[in-house]
């Protein structure tokens, strides 16, 4: 060969590897795509795309209180827009755009976990995950707004035009929800499973349980709503799912919290799920236990349930708590009318020094009620601030005497019944735990199971009343049981009781 020829070889292929970098450098994504699939690789990348949906878990705002009905009151003191009977549009910031942000990290835990380098079973959990929280907010936003957009991808491209899809029918949203959560159920670990899970927020993921009472939920939600508001379909065909579902959740070895009687009630919403407490299902987690609770890993922050100086229940809804003698106020002999009660604890059945029941039994209502709400120099309310439920140490606001109903200037504290249960007042302190916000709960199983049964046959035997209604009464010691008798002989509608 000689140098001329060399020469031009040696520049044609030194131009070719130019070209081949050149390649390289352009071969880059589009910045108009929307992918990162180099990202799916372990499983520690799968769990911490799906402790995104735990941290976003969506509960009415920072403290999860929904004061849009009528049976919550503020901490302004006023009613919502919706409570007082002025219906506005809601701000979509969160209820719609926030749903759909919450989906679209779903859907892509859903569509990529395949690329993962884990096995099956590994992988297929937290697709299950996925699946669960993808069916928990495309229900939140059925409720919400009826037919709502059916979006089952990622999108990779800003130019797709499935951005711009219509609205799909409600009923078709909602099987998907429940294809979702059946899937789930099989790809989730069981409560047994996580029973003996140390790690805190381990022990408190998504389970087979929580797909199976989702449905639950789900069934009985749009059964009655399609029944009682007249909007076709089959109401018979979701409640048939909720009652299949509880029937299948039954195997997975729930019951109720019954820790530290009598006041198990109260304990119920303290103490953590799986190992001692098997009523919760499924929880927001927050903080971990016996430490000073400023959250670890991407469930949230901490969480402190001293809200209740913040809301209150209205009159309407203490009103609904039964008499001690198992009637409503208007058939009850111990009905005190307010404008007979001279003493905020007369609601209660107890005298103004807030222990002494009234003579007669008069106003005694279900042991529920003064477990729910504060009364004046409630004995829960220690000068200390610190009392013990379920061995926990709980600290109380601490303000004997300063109780008010929603008729009182109580500036500018909320005018209502302020919140026992649930929210206890636990101080964010060294030392102290931060309660769960539990989502769902065995108790609420069963009470939708009654009601499933009651609405799909129109009837419920006493065994089946005994297994749920009656169970719930029992914890609390509440004596009067309900039955078919019981509510023919005193003129009660079953539906409502």
Not at 196 to 216: I, K, N, P, Y
Request: negative net charge; proline residues 4%.
């Amino acid at each position: 060969m000689n140098t001329k020829k060399s020469l031009i070889l040696s520049a044609t292929i030194s131009f070719a590897l130019y070209l081949s970098a050149c390649d390289s450098m352009l071969d880059v994504e589009p910045k108009t795509d929307m992918t990162f699939n180099s990202y799916w690789e372990t499983e520690a990348h799968l769990k911490d795309a799906c402790n995104k949906l735990y941290e976003q878990l969506n509960l009415f705002g920072a403290d999860g209180h929904d004061s849009r009905a009528d049976d919550q009151i503020p901490a302004s003191g006023s009613l919502s827009s919706t409570s007082a009977g002025r219906w506005e549009v809601p701000n979509t910031s969160d209820d719609w755009t926030g749903a759909y942000q919450r989906i679209y990290n779903a859907n892509n835990i859903v569509e990529n976990a395949a690329l993962a380098s884990v096995a099956e079973k590994i992988r297929n959990k937290y697709v299950g995950e996925g699946l669960f929280f993808r069916a928990y907010n495309y229900f939140d936003l059925v409720r919400k707004y009826g037919d709502v957009p059916l979006v089952l991808k990622v999108f990779k491209d800003t130019q797709d035009p499935e951005l711009k899809m219509g609205r799909t029918a409600r009923e078709t949203v909602i099987q998907q929800c429940y294809a979702d959560l059946r899937l789930a159920a099989t790809y989730l670990p069981t409560r047994a499973d996580l029973q003996g899970v140390t790690a805190e927020f381990d022990r408190r993921r998504a389970t087979r349980s929580a797909a199976l009472a989702l449905m639950v939920r789900i069934g009985l939600y749009e059964g009655t709503m399609l029944k009682y508001h007249n909007l076709g379909g089959n109401p018979q065909a979701h409640l048939d799912t909720c009652i299949n579902a509880f029937n299948e959740l039954k195997a997975e070895g729930h019951a109720l919290y019954t820790g530290d009687a009598p006041r198990a009630y109260l304990g119920t919403f303290l103490e953590e799920s799986n190992n001692v407490n098997l009523e919760t299902i499924f929880a927001k987690a927050y903080g971990p236990n016996a430490t000073e609770g400023t959250g670890t890993g991407r469930f949230g922050h901490n969480y402190s349930v001293a809200s209740s100086d913040r809301f209150g229940a209205s009159r309407p809804m203490i009103d609904m708590y039964l008499y001690a003698d198992g009637l409503p106020g208007n058939k009850s002999a111990l009905y005190i009318a307010p404008a007979d009660e001279t003493s905020y604890n007369h609601v209660f059945g107890y005298e103004p020094d807030g222990v002494t029941p009234i003579v007669g039994g008069k106003g005694g209502r279900d042991p529920r009620l003064p477990l729910s709400f504060w009364r004046q120099n409630d004995p829960d309310d220690p000068t200390t601030g610190i009392v013990t439920v379920a061995g926990i140490r709980i600290g109380f606001s601490a303000r004997k005497g300063n109780y008010f109903n929603h008729h009182s200037p109580d500036t500018p504290n909320p005018k209502a019944y302020r919140q026992k249960k649930m929210y206890a007042g636990q101080f964010k302190e060294s030392g102290w735990d931060n309660a769960d916000r539990i989502i769902i709960r065995w108790g609420e199983m069963l009470i939708s199971y009654a009601e499933a049964l009651y609405e799909r046959n129109g009837t419920i035997t006493d065994a089946q009343l005994d297994e749920t209604v009656n169970a719930l009464r029992n914890r609390v010691g509440f004596s009067i049981s309900l039955t078919n008798a019981f509510a023919s002989a005193n003129g009660l509608d079953m539906r409502e009781e």
